[in-house]
């Protein structure tokens, strides 16, 4: 194998990672935010990062947050599971790296239950447009988010 296949293998295999990296932030999101790890939530986001909440349905619009007090504030203020047991559901993640930051597209899914409800439902259904970071410890956290709340 010449040194060109072995440099594209090199790429490829790194644009990979980094790929992975991301998805699993989308996913250590939920599982944080739905069992009240409110370390791991911070840290699926840089310390200046922007979410706002865009409810299409609501007539109050939305909400927005900034930074991590800011965030920690949400955080606080969220049902975790057992006090309430729901999942964030992240899936079909569209990603695209251009060096250190990445533009990412993936659609959500809020369901909830607990022990009175019986089966659960879909409280929630949309879409989130991200804009991720590198850090300096080689970390994809989230730099914007905006979830697009559609059925709200």
């Not at 939920?30 to 706002?52: I, K, S, V």
């Not at 599971?81 to 729901?86: L, Q």
């Not at 899936?91 to 899914?109: E, H, K, R």
């Not at 009175?116 to 988010?145: C, H, K, M, S």
Request: hydrophobic share 30%; charged share 30%.
């Amino acid at each position: 194998m010449d040194d060109t296949n072995v440099d594209d293998l090199r790429d490829r295999l790194a644009r990979f990672e980094d790929e992975r990296a991301i998805a699993a932030t989308l996913y250590r999101y939920g599982n944080a935010l739905d069992y009240g790890d409110r370390d791991q939530f911070l840290d699926c986001f840089t310390p200046d990062a922007h979410y706002e909440v865009d409810m299409r349905l609501e007539a109050s619009g939305g909400f927005a947050f900034d930074g991590h007090a800011e965030l920690t504030d949400y955080f606080d203020g969220h049902s975790h599971a057992p006090g309430a047991y729901h999942k964030h559901i992240t899936t079909n993640p569209m990603i695209t790296i251009d060096g250190d930051t990445a533009d990412v597209q993936s659609y959500f899914l809020r369901i909830d239950s607990s022990e009175t409800q019986g089966p659960g439902v879909v409280l929630g259904a949309g879409r989130y447009i991200d804009r991720f970071e590198r850090g300096d410890d080689g970390n994809w956290r989230i730099r914007t988010r905006r979830c697009e709340v559609e059925n709200l």
